[in-house]
């Protein structure tokens, strides 16, 4: 493969997608396929035969249309409707729509308003491709320049560029942490694995994880992108592998996500097959290859030590750092582990600069977030934003409210790890820094809006059920004292409990916090102490 | 090799560049408490009971894996440490089942010595009393999973110093349990040796010699420590 058959292919692809005048798409991520896309795909398909159309008319599946809660999303292209809700029994009432126009409009889906703020605040980067490219066509993706960053990095940059590109452009890990990807990268990079026998001395072997175990009650980001456009993560993940000197990937997927695991396998053997992936990549010196390991569902095999143990072949408990996966990750090697989300900005920052990727967002925090906005909200879905905007925009504008004119209490950000955001700060901006100030996190990127019915006291009963359940073991506090956390809020909602109680409620969160192993029991008691901080009162009510 | 000069509880200390902070501590007399920490297999740093505070870092760190730095102020016996050991310390004795009275170990036992050490008296928080069973298949030997604390000590010594790993961890959080062979009784588990490193091992009641009643139980801790010496420094005597 060289840059003139890639470019080859892509205008193959352009040339045979504009011989029909109409391409139909049809969300076939795993959201929309739950509310029956599947049929209606094949209908639309069907109707179009009947109707003899199949000159002009291309039915397409493609990844997330965003507007989750409404499913199935079908949009008409190039006219930019967008139907929501579309039943199987109502393609053929689109079909006929195509050329007849909507007079018959009782048969047709409701249409989303492509004006509402939903849409229009939206700034597709991450997701620049979901809902536009069939993701289990490689072609398509090369038709919309996928690759081409990859060759440009393998034959115009050196390593050192690449690394000095994504560390100006000022991305942080998307996993949780916002820790500097560049930083990341260029500690992995600097690091010399030990000599193994067949390798004495030598460079060694390092290797790229990618962590798409997703676990976060809530969320669907990852998710999203995997099943939208996988072909961008294998991209991110080579350049990432010459940035720093590996030339073996694993991408870590959790079993609960068939349909993700099913799209990368494609779009590996897809990138396999064109020699986009394996060895000599465009006849340079570079290889790389991808595998996948799929993870038995444990919360806390998305901890990176966790994470590494579990390709390994080991119990998924995380160990104590350092060392870091950078200097000592799997078998031992240095490893440079990124969330699905960091590796798919990897490919807009090195088309389009990191000057212009770091124009994006506010002071510490750069670029896009995606989140996924569920709960008690009108808009449910998928939404990517420039990091500052505000909660309020997010919540009351995007989001649309609480639906029948219910009232927001809080957002939730961070999942089980995080904390609430009451109403009182929703004019914060989304960026890392302020989200830590109020006590919550960025997290994954899960947003969970509650209104006044919510209690407060039983959301964080909620997530430390969820940490007692998915907690390791291996540490006492974590294991011993989310028990003992969850009794005492159990102890509270059954009006059992006394100020005394409350005051162990208390001071049990902090030494879960400040004693355990790994993340999960150190954040585990934060939906307690974001609580406690803001909602006081629902607590001092139930003694 | 590279000597670093630090502070321990304001008492100066110098130790060898790779030791740890519990190394260091132990060769100039200053006592951090442990438990699931055992000399001559790999630490885990699950208990959490050797944390220190470490000047400038706002983490507290685990003495048994950290190494010591140039200029390192730590202090192991601070107030807030004190109260977080005990809490550790009460958080266990709540979660099994432990009658000191009708216990091989009574008296010969780390975790009582450590409820000692830190001023427990009783657990402020509420006893889980959970449903675990006694597996005495074994011929010679039998684990008690009521007193099992969880430390890990019996699987890392079978495994790193007997080579047999018998023992492992199943399921997850206040679910887990320390597993024989393959889910199977420990008598039938035909990798076990019978050397009896998982008793000496063994900091509470859990695992213990038939036979043994109430109080009876004694560990040769010695000869874990007289092993891990004659492999890696070829001493031989004892
Ligand atoms: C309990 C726990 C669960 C985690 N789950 C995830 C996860 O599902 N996905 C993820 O990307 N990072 C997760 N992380 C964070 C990872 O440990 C790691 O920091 C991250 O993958 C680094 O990638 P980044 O630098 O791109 O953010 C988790 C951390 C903890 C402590
Ligand atoms: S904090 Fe929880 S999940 Fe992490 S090591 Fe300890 S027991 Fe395991
Ligand atoms: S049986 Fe003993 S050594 Fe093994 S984990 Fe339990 S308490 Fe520790």
């Known amino acids: ?543 | 090799m590279s000597v670093k000069t630090l502070t321990i509880n304001n008492i100066p200390v110098a130790a060898e560049q790779g030791k740890t902070i519990l190394e260091a501590a132990k060769e100039s007399g200053i006592h951090i408490p442990t438990l699931c920490y055992l000399e001559g297999v790999s630490p885990a740093a699950a208990c959490r009971v050797c944390l220190v505070e470490i000047e400038g870092s706002n983490k507290l760190q685990p003495a048994c894996v950290t190494q010591v730095a140039e200029g390192m102020v730590i202090y192991t016996d601070t107030p807030k440490l004190q109260q977080y050991r005990r809490m550790d310390i009460e958080l266990l004795f709540a979660e099994g089942n432990h009658v000191c009275a009708v216990c091989v170990a009574n008296g010969n036992c780390e975790l009582q010595d450590l409820a000692v050490e830190v001023g427990m008296d009783h657990s402020r928080f509420p006893y889980r009393f959970p449903d675990r069973s006694v597996d005495v298949s074994h011929p010679q030997f039998g684990i008690d999973h009521n007193r099992c604390i969880l430390c890990t000590r019996c699987v890392r010594v079978c495994d790193e110093i007997e080579g047999a790993h018998v023992w492992d961890v199943a399921n997850r959080g206040e679910n887990c349990y320390i597993v024989s062979g393959l889910h199977q009784p420990w008598g039938e588990v035909d990798a076990c040796t019978s050397c009896g490193k998982c008793v000496d091992a063994c900091p509470t009641g859990s695992i213990f010699r038939k036979g043994t009643t109430t109080d009876e139980k004694s560990r040769d801790r010695a000869k874990l420590e007289f092993l891990v010496n004659a492999r890696e420094k070829h001493e031989w005597t004892r």
Request: aromatic content about 6%; hydrophobic content about 35%.
């Open chain 1, 1 to 543: 493969m060289d840059l003139e058959e890639l470019l080859e292919i892509g205008q193959q692809e352009r040339d045979r997608q504009q011989q029909k005048k109409t391409r139909i798409r049809c969300c076939t991520a795993a959201g929309c396929l739950s509310s029956g896309a599947e049929t209606v795909k094949n209908n639309l398909e069907i109707a179009v035969i009947e109707a003899g159309l199949e000159d002009s008319v291309e039915v397409c599946g493609v990844g997330c249309l965003r507007f989750c809660g409404r499913g199935t999303l079908v949009e008409i292209d190039p006219n930019g409707i967008l139907y929501e809700e579309v039943l199987p029994d109502q393609a053929s009432g689109i079909i006929s729509a195509l050329s007849e126009g909507d007079k018959n409009r009782e048969e047709l889906p409701r249409q989303s308003d492509r004006n509402h703020p939903f849409f229009a605040l939206q700034m597709p980067l991450v997701l620049e491709n979901s809902g536009k490219i069939n993701p289990e066509r490689i072609e398509e993706y090369i038709a919309v320049g996928g690759y081409q960053r990859l060759h440009h990095v393998l034959m115009e940059m050196t390593s050192a560029e690449v690394i000095e590109e994504i560390s100006k452009s000022g991305l942080r890990g998307r996993g949780g942490g916002g820790y500097p990807t560049g930083l990341k990268w260029a500690t992995v990079a600097k690091m010399r694995s030990p000599p193994t026998p067949l390798n004495k001395g030598g460079v060694g072997q390092k290797y790229v994880i990618c962590n798409a175990d997703e676990g976060d009650p809530g969320a669907f980001m990852d998710r999203s992108v995997l099943e939208s456009d996988p072909h961008r993560i294998l991209e991110g993940m080579a350049i990432a592998g010459y940035a720093i000197g590996a030339n073996y990937g694993y991408i870590y997927v959790r079993a609960e996500y068939p349909l993700a695991i099913k799209r990368l396998e494609k779009a590996i053997q897809q990138a396999k097959k064109y020699e986009l992936l394996g060895s000599q990549i465009f006849d340079s010196p570079f290889d790389f290859k991808i595998d996948i390991r799929v993870g038995a569902g444990a919360f806390v095999c998305g901890e990176e030590t966790a994470l590494i143990g579990s390709i390994e072949g080991k119990r998924g408990n995380p160990r104590p750092r350092p060392p870091y996966p950078a200097e000592s990750g799997l078998w031992g090697c240095p490893t440079l582990i990124n969330n699905v989300e960091t590796f798919a900005n990897i490919v807009p920052i090195i088309r389009e600069g990191s000057d212009w990727y770091s124009s994006i967002g506010t002071e510490t925090s750069k670029g896009t977030k995606v989140f996924a906005l569920t709960g008690k909200v009108s808009n449910t879905g998928l939404i990517e934003v420039p990091m500052g905007t505000t909660v309020r925009q997010i919540v009351a504008e995007m989001g649309g409210g609480v639906p029948d004119g219910g009232k927001v209490k809080a957002v939730q950000t961070g999942g089980p790890s995080g904390g609430c955001i009451p109403a009182e700060f929703f004019d914060t901006p989304v960026d890392y820094e302020s989200l830590l100030k109020l006590g919550t996190m960025m997290g994954s990127g899960g947003a969970i809006v509650m209104d006044e019915e919510t209690n407060m006291v039983e959301i964080a009963r909620f997530y430390m059920e969820f940490c007692r359940g998915e907690s390791c073991g291996k540490c006492v506090p974590c294991r011993a004292g989310t028990v003992q956390l969850y009794a005492l809020l159990s102890k509270l909602l059954n009006r059992q409990a006394n100020q005394s109680d409350l005051e162990q409620l208390e001071a049990l969160s902090y030494m879960v916090k400040e004693t355990s192993l790994c993340g999960l029991g150190q954040s585990a008691p934060n939906p307690v102490l974001s609580t406690l901080k803001y909602f006081q009162q629902e607590y001092l009510d139930l003694i």
